[in-house]
Structure formats: C-alpha cells, structure tokens
C-alpha cells in the first residue's frame, strides 16, 4: 500500500472540481432536468442557463456569445476547428499548417484532412519546444488555408508567440486556430488580443467537469459541420446539450479568470521551488521547455543515466505522488514523446520524461516532498540500471 496522505501533482491533465462549481450544476441534474430545445417552462429553464452560461463564457474570453459553441472537450474543439474549417474553406486552397509540438487531436485532425488530400506542414520547432514566426512567415509563402499553433504546450508547458504567428498566417490569407486547452484559467486569454478566429478549451483543466469544453468560432467564420442531427449551437453542433456540465464550465471559468493573478503569481512561486530542487539535488537531470515562458503551475524534466519515465512513475506512485510522464505506452511499448523528439532530444533520453504540475492544492511543504521522493527515485533507478548491465 502507498502512503496515506498522497500529492497530486498532475493538474495539467486534470484538476479536481470545485465544490462551487459542483453546487452550480446540481440544479440542472435533479430537479431542472429540461431540454434546452424544448419550448415548455421546463425547457426554457434550462435554456436560460444556457444562454447565461455562454454569455459568461464569451465575457471571459473577449467573444460574443454567439461565437461560442459548446462541445464534449478540447479534442473535440479541436477537431471541429481543424476539419470543419479546413473543409468549410477548401475551395480556397488545399495546405494546413501545424507545429510539430501540437497536442494529438491537433495531429490526428491533421493526418485525417491529409486523408482526404490535404497538403500538411508540420512546423519544426527550436531546444525550448516554440515556433519561430520567421519559419511560419516562409511556410507562409505556400499559402494556406489554416495555421493551428497552442497558446501553452501540455507537455513541457512552453508558451508560444500566438500573436505573431496569427498577424502571420492573417497576412497570407489563412484562418488561425489556437488550441488554448493548457492556458485558458492560468494566463489571460482574450481572443481580440490575440487576434484569432478560432480557440479551443476544456472545462476540466480548470476545475469545472469533464467531458465538457468550447471553441470560440469568428462571427461570419463558416464551419463544415461535423455531428449532423440536429439545430443545437446555431447548427453547428446537432446533439442535446450538456446543461449541466456547461453551467459547470462557465462557473469554473469565472471563479478561475476572478482569481488567476494571485493563482498565478502563487503557482510561480511552487513551480520556481520545485525546479531548484530536482535540478540542484538530482545529477542529471534536465529542465526541457522554455526557461521562463512557459505554463505557471508545469515543469518537466528528463533524466540521464538509463532512467525509464514508466519506471519512475511507478516509482513516484508507490511513494504517494501523482505524476505523468511525456512519454505515452502505445501497444504496451513506451514510445518517446513526439513533443521531446520535436525539441531535438534523443529518443532514449526523451523516455525518461517526467511532468510534475501544479494546481490549487499543493503546497511549499508538498513541494519539498516531492524533490524528495523524485530524487530518492531517480537514484534508485539508475542503481537498478547499473546492476543489470554490470
């Protein structure tokens, strides 16, 4: 058995859900149980919180509510920006450009366009995992219909220059889509400044309920539509809505944009700590992403020495820490991270992957622990290492 009082560090692929957020949803899962679409008192109810719900959502992000469609989570935001767009537009050209560094929805969405033959250009990326706008600008020179680049990436927790880039993808014809899943709720996120005509968000990465995010879509902005059935969300995306989860979402992301300076500036502070610990007491180990811009709450590491990101994980959840690595086990082999590969590290190197990241939570103390238990770990693995190939 692991210990009793367990540390969670793995916010950035999902954070606990807020007691008020749970408390705002309760309604719409008992007793106002309507149908949005329908036109009786009971309906309408529901409607009302949904309309409230995307005007609060629009708020935070500098949107129109009209511009915001509601979905099952950030892959499907994602995949509703990248195909739908590219297929709205696709009597103006046939390229779509992404960074090399792009979450899988991201990829996936445009392997799947590449399918239907579709020109794709993946971006290569620099050692800190971010998009030079000069090597968009020349990519540019092609042309293209559409340019998807994160806000944050959920690996290494890089910040990538989203302004620039779609200034960039603008000037040459092309839509830019962000997938702001990692920034939305930790980083100021307001889709004028920015300059986007799509964006991408999931409730669950700042405290609101899975199975449930957004994508912020340009008004006048076409999409080609890709769940058929139905008239929901200006006929954009057929299906009943989530009633509660959504009232979830915009709670979440009012509580979370009211209080994210001094969250921010607090995460800063944990995430400062936590890398002078593992840097200064493990030999070997090495800070991957940007060194200072990047994601508040996120450091990742890599390890020499013959250190398994699998093994160390295990390790780390037997000593009571929950963590994740940038590698993923594909068909029970551990693959290296696509994201560490991009950034030009060595295969066996980018397998020792680990990302510690921070949320509402954790503290100094937890923080302490965890250099601890990382560095005991890692020390142990590598003498394991050490033993099998003497």
Same mark, same amino acid.
């Given at each position: 058995?692991? @210990? $009793?009082?367990?540390?969670?560090?793995?916010?950035?692929?999902?954070?606990?859900?807020? @007691? %008020?957020?749970?408390?705002?949803?309760?309604?719409?899962?008992?007793?106002?149980?309507?149908?949005?679409?329908?036109?009786?008192?009971?309906?309408?109810?529901?409607?009302?919180?949904?309309?409230?719900?995307?005007?609060?959502? $629009?708020?935070?992000?500098? *949107?129109?509510?009209?511009?915001?469609? +509601?979905?099952?989570?950030?892959?499907? *935001?994602?995949?509703?920006?990248?195909?739908?767009?590219?297929?709205?537009?696709?009597?103006?050209?046939?390229?779509?450009? #992404?960074?090399?560094?792009?979450?899988?929805?991201?990829?996936?969405?445009?392997?799947?366009?590449?399918?239907?033959?579709?020109?794709?250009?993946?971006?290569?990326?620099? =050692?800190?995992?971010?998009?030079?706008?000069?090597?968009?600008?020349?990519?540019?020179?092609?042309? $293209?219909?559409?340019?998807?680049?994160?806000? $944050?990436?959920?690996?290494?927790?890089?910040?990538? &220059?989203?302004?620039?880039?779609?200034?960039?993808?603008?000037?040459?014809?092309?839509?830019?889509?962000?997938?702001?899943?990692?920034?939305?709720?930790?980083?100021?996120?307001?889709?004028?400044?920015?300059?986007?005509?799509?964006?991408?968000?999931?409730?669950?990465?700042?405290?609101?309920?899975?199975?449930?995010?957004?994508?912020?879509?340009?008004?006048?902005?076409?999409?080609?539509?890709?769940?058929?059935?139905?008239?929901?969300?200006?006929?954009?995306?057929?299906?009943?809505?989530?009633?509660?989860?959504? #009232?979830?979402?915009?709670?979440?992301?009012?509580?979370?944009?009211?209080?994210?300076?001094?969250?921010?500036?607090?995460?800063?502070?944990?995430?400062?700590?936590?890398?002078?610990?593992?840097?200064?007491?493990?030999?070997?180990?090495?800070?991957?992403?940007?060194?200072?811009?990047?994601?508040?709450?996120?450091?990742? +590491?890599? +390890?020499?020495?013959?250190?398994?990101?699998?093994?160390?994980?295990?390790?780390? %959840?037997?000593?009571?820490?929950?963590?994740?690595?940038?590698?993923?086990?594909?068909?029970?082999?551990?693959?290296?991270?696509?994201?560490?590969?991009?950034?030009?590290?060595?295969?066996?190197?980018? =397998?020792?992957?680990?990302?510690?990241?921070?949320?509402? &939570?954790?503290?100094?103390?937890?923080?302490?622990?965890?250099?601890?238990?990382?560095?005991?770990?890692?020390?142990?693995?590598?003498?394991?290492?050490?033993?099998?190939?003497?």
């Amino acid at each position: 058995m692991g @210990p $009793a009082v367990r540390i969670y560090m793995d916010h950035a692929a999902t954070t606990p859900l807020r @007691p %008020d957020v749970l408390e705002a949803m309760e309604p719409y899962l008992t007793e106002a149980y309507g149908n949005a679409s329908s036109f009786h008192a009971e309906g309408q109810r529901a409607r009302h919180a949904l309309d409230e719900a995307r005007a609060t959502t $629009a708020r935070v992000l500098g *949107a129109e509510p009209a511009e915001i469609v +509601f979905t099952s989570g950030g892959s499907e *935001a994602n995949t509703m920006a990248l195909v739908g767009a590219a297929l709205a537009r696709r009597g103006g050209g046939d390229r779509v450009v #992404v960074s090399s560094v792009e979450h899988p929805s991201v990829l996936e969405s445009a392997q799947f366009l590449a399918r239907l033959g579709f020109r794709v250009t993946e971006l290569p990326v620099d =050692r800190a995992g971010q998009v030079d706008p000069e090597v968009l600008a020349a990519a540019m020179r092609e042309g $293209a219909v559409l340019v998807s680049v994160q806000v $944050a990436n959920n690996e290494v927790g890089t910040l990538q &220059p989203v302004e620039e880039l779609c200034r960039l993808a603008h000037e040459a014809g092309a839509l830019f889509h962000t997938d702001a899943v990692q920034a939305v709720g930790l980083l100021p996120v307001d889709v004028n400044r920015i300059g986007c005509d799509l964006l991408s968000l999931s409730a669950h990465k700042f405290q609101g309920p899975k199975g449930v995010g957004a994508l912020y879509v340009r008004k006048g902005l076409e999409l080609e539509r890709l769940v058929h059935g139905g008239g929901q969300e200006r006929s954009r995306r057929a299906g009943t809505e989530n009633v509660a989860a959504i #009232v979830g979402l915009a709670r979440a992301l009012e509580l979370a944009a009211a209080a994210r300076e001094g969250h921010t500036r607090r995460l800063e502070a944990l995430r400062d700590r936590l890398v002078r610990g593992i840097l200064g007491r493990v030999e070997g180990a090495r800070l991957t992403g940007h060194p200072s811009r990047r994601l508040p709450g996120l450091a990742s +590491f890599v +390890f020499e020495g013959g250190v398994e990101g699998e093994s160390l994980l295990v390790r780390l %959840d037997m000593d009571g820490v929950a963590a994740s690595s940038g590698s993923a086990c594909t068909s029970g082999s551990l693959e290296p991270s696509h994201v560490l590969l991009a950034c030009g590290f060595p295969a066996d190197l980018a =397998r020792s992957a680990l990302r510690l990241s921070l949320g509402p &939570p954790n503290t100094e103390a937890e923080v302490e622990r965890v250099v601890e238990v990382v560095t005991r770990a890692v020390e142990r693995l590598r003498r394991a290492r050490a033993a099998e190939t003497a």
